[in-house]
């Protein structure tokens, strides 16, 4: 059966827009047509780029003025409701790594607690990025996200940062590296979302739950891990060792959520290829990523990795409050669903 | 009137979509009045039940600020959609960093503003706001099918003009 590329289920296709039978009707019809299967994969490309221009950020936003005219009515109205009195925006990005952990924990309850929306969650930490809130831009300093950007990716884990964003350079001789850091958690979260989807009661759910669920289920995942220690460890080109007792701060992520995707070949995936890629990359004092190798992990994915990481952006590690170079690994993780 | 919890939500919802909002507001009159939209949508949330609509914000916000971009729209008598500024255009971004990603995205984004003015709407919509199909139906008023034709139409268009090469070099680029 051919597909004609004026088929607008391509496009709800890749914008995971097809329900369960829709979809497994396309992809039937596809299975036959490579030129349907071509135009698909064009079809997400553009899409992929027409999301990351109109969610990148901009200095788009409402004038001072009409802000503090919203907040003053907002709080006149609120006065003596709340006792604790409104929270109040946040100006500017400040990084401070020590706060990081309690941070990320209140956003990631967010969904569940208040909301039942993780979608919202998931934008809403792109956005009060975007508004500069020095809350959100805590978060995203621990926290390595990737999007499946292909096919029809429904789960998307992000691991946030061991707890302290500090390490303590090993000693000359001491060996393996003596980071203090614990193993990291991980939150998974569905598509675009929020927090453990387990954790969510069925009674908490909402439509936008259920709507999301409909969307996308029986997709693939694909997971960033950190690895600090061995980060650290391999740290190359920094201030010779003998000299640096003085604290490194590790890179931090910097930017939005979706400047950590990665792809989750085509190919690779209709192969059913899984698996853990370890990429290392150096992080220089400008905070842009070189020398990116992929170290371990399926050939087939390794392409995606290396595109990905590419293009990431971190803030400098310092030392000694001067920004160093710095080498750092990642694990992602490749998962398939049923 | 809001307690500190709903102030707090509602801060949330500026804080998620003022950006989206504006830029679907610019589609039809400029930054100044669109910011006037964006800020007499979010007095408009301030003032609703949130229970009401908690389930249904991103649509009901682009409800309200499409209803106002009409009634402005009228009230000027400005039939013709993009006025007085290159709002699409990212005005405001200097060129000083990611200047060649910044190439590609006045390309991009110069194409979205020559789209068919619905076909830009649900463009907005989808990748901006992040909606379903089914709440820019919502917003639209159009069939769930229909933003899916637009939609389809809409990335074939920016496909065309971008050029497969191009497409490939923003790939790249990023």
């Known amino acids: ?338 | 009137m809001p307690t500190a919890a709903e102030l707090e939500w509602i801060q949330e919802a500026l804080a998620r979509y003022e950006q989206p909002l504006l830029r679907f507001a610019m589609q039809w009159v400029g930054r100044a009045h669109a910011e006037d939209i964006v800020q007499d949508t979010f007095l408009a949330l301030c003032k609703a039940q949130r229970a009401e609509i908690e389930q249904r914000l991103a649509p009901w916000l682009f409800v309200v600020c499409r209803n106002r971009a009409r009634d402005l729209l009228r009230e000027h008598r400005r039939l013709s959609p993009l006025d007085d500024e290159k709002h699409m255009t990212n005005p405001d971004s200097g060129p000083s960093h990611h200047a060649e990603r910044k190439q590609s995205i006045g390309r991009v984004q110069a194409v979205i503003e020559r789209l068919p003015v619905k076909q830009r709407e649900v463009l907005i919509l989808k990748f901006s706001a992040g909606m379903s199909y089914r709440e820019i139906a919502e917003v639209t008023e159009l069939s769930v099918d229909h933003v899916g034709v637009l939609l389809h139409f809409a990335i074939k268009g920016i496909r065309k003009h971008l050029g497969e090469s191009a497409v490939e070099e923003c790939a790249s680029t990023r």
């Open chain 1, 1 to 338: 059966m051919t597909t004609s590329d004026e088929d607008p289920r391509l496009t709800a296709y890749a914008l995971h827009e097809l329900a369960d039978e829709e979809q497994e009707q396309l992809e039937a019809e596809l299975a036959g047509d490579a030129a349907a299967r071509n135009e698909l994969r064009e079809i997400a490309r553009v899409a992929a780029l027409i999301e990351r221009e109109l969610v990148m950020p901009t200095e788009l936003g409402l004038s001072a003025h009409h802000k503090s005219e919203l907040e003053g009515t907002w709080r006149e109205r609120s006065a003596g409701v709340g006792g604790a009195g409104a929270p109040s925006p946040a100006s500017g990005r400040e990084l401070n790594g020590s706060a990081t952990d309690v941070l990320f924990e209140d956003f990631a309850s967010v969904p569940s607690r208040r909301h039942g929306s993780r979608r919202f969650a998931k934008s809403l930490m792109v956005a009060t990025l975007l508004y500069g809130s020095a809350a959100s831009a805590l978060v995203m300093t621990t926290v390595t996200l990737c999007k499946v950007v292909e096919e029809r990716p429904t789960q998307v884990e992000f691991v946030p940062a061991p707890a302290p964003a500090r390490a303590v350079a090993p000693p000359p001789s001491s060996g393996p590296s003596s980071v203090l850091a614990p193993g990291p958690r991980i939150c998974k979260m569905k598509r675009t979302g929020l927090g453990p989807p387990h954790e969510v009661p069925e009674a908490e759910r909402t439509q936008f739950d259920n709507a999301l669920d409909d969307e996308g289920e029986g997709g693939s995942e694909v997971q960033v891990q950190r690895a600090t220690s061995r980060a650290i460890e391999s740290r190359a080109d920094a201030a010779p060792r003998h000299t640096s007792t003085e604290l490194i701060v590790a890179p931090q992520e910097l930017g939005r959520l979706d400047d950590y995707r990665v792809k989750y070949p085509t190919v690779a995936r209709r192969k059913g290829i899984e698996g853990k890629v370890v990429v290392s990359f150096v992080v220089l004092e400008n905070g842009t990523v070189t020398d990116v190798k992929a170290v371990s992990g399926p050939p087939e994915l390794f392409e995606s990795v290396l595109r990905a990481v590419r293009t990431w952006r971190f803030t400098p590690a310092h030392q000694g409050g001067k920004p160093i170079r710095y080498t750092m690994t990642r694990t992602v993780v490749f998962r398939l669903e049923d």
